[in-house]
């Protein structure tokens, strides 16, 4: 009865985390569904649309130093509502039509609720709900999850935007409707989430010292060579997933895609590949391959033979259905690799303990590349308008899933390594 209970539990806290992650990066997002309308609305460049969402990436990879405190000395009860529902009440600013600097102040003010208060906790609880075993596969339910959430919800948004003529009016009832879900999530987690028990050792006086333990998780965090190892790994799987949201403007500039197809393309490329790449990365990882490590080793190998094979392919003679098709494979690809990349902390063995410090010096270093790769790509299709600009991205991301597979061939190394210290032994 208690164990029935205790997964009860466990499956209701896991589907709450779903929901939250599902909802409150759609607004930072907005590009992922509305590129071209966003573009429209507020009048901006390739260029600019990268600088927002570099401000974002810089916000959000400093949030995470103060973040490595925070995720140990605060309940996921509390973190978790605020960053939901402070993203939600920031969406509804968006609808006065800001200017581009207020744009900048806004995706800031996004970053500090969605990433400092809510990402790091996310996947924080979600480690702690499985042994090592079930590590790959809780990351790749979560991702799908996510997948599911984010696609019932964009695809909501862009039948609003249609509904209501495709212009400011459509975009702004998308916004209102993506707002006030994420607030709607926020107020349920409230109720649905248990406050976490933070197990810490008492002072002289026989009070608990949650200052002193947060610290000290953090120190010792920030010495483990395996953190970093796990960290720049995801840092390389981050960085050719950003590439992906340039197939959306790559296929309306080469193949001439319509509008309303590009939205429901930007939702399946960003949202609705979650659904088959979390499962799929999650099995692979944990069954197939038995091994996180090795999984994405051996996905970064796959990824930088398709990417070189795209790159030759004829485009401007290709049918777009072809286009489409080899896109969405690839991102399929690096969705396998975003749902297990968090996996490798349990194979590595770093303590439980400080799970919160080095989920957040992980998403420190993984998600660094937000703060350069979207300007850079923007800014490369930009200065050399045509399949060359584009041509530029993939191959920046073949690079980065070059360097992918070396940090991952290490940190299979050193998984080895360990293994073989504890036969010894």
Not at 64 to 88: A, H
Not at 362 to 381: D, E, N
Not at 392 to 405: C, D, E, K, R, T
Request: glycine share 10%; with cysteine; charged share 15%.
């Amino acid at each position: 009865m208690e164990e029935k209970k205790g997964n009860v539990k466990k499956w209701l806290t896991f589907g709450t985390l779903i929901l939250g992650g599902g909802t409150i990066y759609k607004l930072p997002f907005l590009k992922d569904a509305f590129y071209v309308p966003m573009q429209q609305q507020f009048h901006l460049t390739n260029t600019q649309i990268g600088e927002m969402l570099s401000v974002y990436a810089i916000v959000q990879t400093f949030g995470y130093i103060l973040s490595i405190y925070l995720t140990d000395r605060f309940s996921k009860k509390k973190l978790l509502p605020i960053g939901l529902i402070g993203v939600g009440i920031l969406g509804f600013f968006l609808l006065t039509s800001p200017g581009y600097t207020a744009l900048l102040l806004l995706w800031c003010l996004f970053a500090l609720f969605a990433e400092l208060l809510f990402w790091p906790v996310l996947v924080k609880s979600v480690r702690l709900l499985g042994g090592k075993e079930e590590q790959g596969r809780l990351f790749g339910f979560l991702e799908a999850g996510r997948g599911v959430v984010d696609t019932v919800v964009a695809f909501s948004a862009l039948g609003i935007f249609q509904l209501m003529g495709q212009g400011t009016a459509g975009l702004k009832g998308a916004i209102v409707f993506y707002a006030s879900i994420v607030i709607v999530v926020g107020i349920v987690s409230y109720f649905l989430l248990e406050d976490d028990v933070i197990a810490a050792p008492e002072n002289k006086d026989g009070k608990v010292n949650k200052n002193k333990i947060a610290l000290e998780g953090a120190i010792k965090a920030l010495k483990m060579p395996e953190v970093w190892l796990v960290s720049f790994t995801i840092f390389s799987v981050y960085s050719v997933y950003c590439g992906l949201t340039y197939f959306i403007p790559f296929l309306k500039d080469i193949y001439g895609l319509p509008v309303m197809l590009v939205g429901a393309y930007g939702i399946i490329n960003q949202y609705g590949l979650k659904m088959v790449g979390g499962p799929i990365g999650g099995f692979l990882s944990d069954k197939k391959f038995k091994s996180p490590s090795k999984y994405l080793r051996a996905a970064f190998v796959v990824a930088i033979i398709a990417m070189t094979i795209f790159i030759f392919l004829p485009h401007q003679s290709m049918n777009v259905y072809a286009g489409m098709t080899f896109t969405l494979g690839f991102g399929a690809i690096i969705f396998t690799m975003r749902a297990v990349f968090f996996a490798p902390m349990d194979e590595v063995e770093i303590p439980r303990e400080i799970s919160g410090a080095a989920t957040s010096v992980a998403c420190f270093v993984g998600y660094a590349p937000s703060m350069f790769a979207f300007p850079l790509f923007g800014s490369l299709i930009d200065k050399t308008p045509g399949i060359n600009g584009y041509k530029q991205v993939f191959l920046v991301m073949i690079a980065f899933s070059v360097l992918g597979f070396i940090l991952s061939s290490l940190l299979v190394r050193m998984v080895n390594k360990k293994k073989a210290l504890k036969q010894a032994a």
